[in-house]
């Protein structure tokens, strides 16, 4: 059942489509009486900007301009009406926000609604599922490591759907604007190494250089610089007393030495900490030592976060963004174990995964 309906079908022209080759576009969009006088905006997704905006009108609204390149928008009320498009030149759209489709469409339109349809049905299977596996473990019908395996199986299902979905996407727009909205959600998945190589020489410039992509790409390939098993990178930090202090300073010196890089103003971070607490008390005896890097803060407030928790271990502060940079770090908190001899042997966990193979290397 899953399999059949999750499948995409990249077939284009299905629905009405009128594209005329020029710079122009129009976009109309069709509501309920009810909404008139609501304003409507056109975002730009990429840019993360609203680019114009205007009303309903009759249950209606029309947006019309020039456009020398596609882009994802999405057209947005603040009383939730919204719908994802993708703006091109020399088309013409209709959005039926009553029936939640396009009457008027264009090929890239078309794939692009396909693809976000199989994403709802993915979250929305995956939701269904783990809500009855919740259920079973809550009713005492099955244990927490049964529900454990059950999730991680329907996550993996989840996943190797989306990732066939996303290569057969791939295929099909290797170089517009659609693919290179695909190839983000690719970027997102902690892809493999290889897989990423070889899905990326299939790729255009239209892909390739946009700049959301090649920056990711860069964060990753950084990252698998990084990775467990390679040598740690070192990296130093004027301090606010006039001294220097290095990761060298304490990495590849014959401990294993968990480094915590984190923020005053990290929820996550600080809700972590107690954690991170426990293991250094329990394990520091056996030979764990535990150093924070103060990351993208102010030195005034990581003190006082510091204080504040009460953390017994060794910090580099003013670390700043430079440290995130040469690891591939691009969310906080982020845990990297190092060997005694300073090769990494995980990072980026979630922290209870992360702190349970801190404590399979040590013992």
């Not at 609501?38 to 009303?55: C, F, G, K, P």
């Not at 979250?123 to 454990?148: G, H, P, R, V």
């Not at 005053?264 to 600080?270: E, N, V």
Request: net charge negative; aromatic share 8%.
């Amino acid at each position: 059942m899953k399999t059949k309906h999750l499948l995409l079908t990249l077939l284009a022209g299905l629905l009405l489509t009128a594209c005329n080759g020029g710079k122009s576009f129009r976009i109309e969009g069709v509501a309920t009486p009810e909404v008139d006088g609501e304003t409507v905006y056109l975002y730009n997704y990429q840019e993360r900007v609203a680019i114009d905006s205007t009303e309903f009108v009759a249950g209606s609204f029309t947006f019309e301009g020039k456009v020398d390149t596609a882009f994802i928008g999405l057209l947005m009320t603040k009383i939730g009406l919204h719908y994802p498009i993708i703006v091109e030149p020399g088309c013409d759209l209709i959005v039926n926000f009553n029936t939640e489709s396009l009457e008027k469409s264009s090929p890239l339109n078309d794939a692009f609604n396909d693809f976000n349809e199989c994403l709802e049905i993915l979250n929305i299977d995956y939701m269904t599922t783990n809500d009855s596996i919740t259920q079973l473990f809550e009713s005492n019908a099955i244990s927490k490591e049964e529900a454990m395996k059950m999730m991680k199986a329907e996550e993996d299902f989840v996943t190797n759907e989306l990732k066939n979905n996303i290569k057969q996407s791939l295929k099909e727009h290797n170089n517009d604007v659609f693919g290179a909205y695909v190839f983000e959600q690719y970027l997102g998945m902690e892809p493999d190494m290889k897989e990423l190589d070889s899905i990326t020489a299939t790729l255009g410039d239209i892909i390739l250089q946009s700049p959301a992509i090649a920056s990711t790409l860069e964060a990753i390939k950084v990252a698998m610089a990084t990775a467990p098993g390679s040598m740690f990178v070192d990296f130093s930090v004027e301090q606010e007393d006039g001294t220097t202090v290095s990761l060298s300073d304490y990495v590849g010196k014959g401990k294993y030495v968990l480094v915590d890089f984190w923020a005053s103003w990290c929820g996550p971070c600080r809700r972590s900490i107690p954690t991170l607490i426990e293991l250094y008390n329990e394990y520091n005896p056996k030979g764990l030592e535990i150093l924070g890097v103060a990351v993208s803060d102010k030195p005034e407030n990581t003190k006082k976060a510091i204080e504040e928790e009460g953390m017994p271990w060794a910090q580099i502060i003013n670390a700043q963004g430079a440290p995130a940079d040469l690891y591939g770090i691009t969310g906080i908190p982020h845990l990297i174990l190092f060997a005694p001899d300073g090769t990494i042997v995980t990072r980026g966990l979630p922290t209870e995964e992360f702190i349970a193979e801190v404590k399979a290397a040590i013992e």
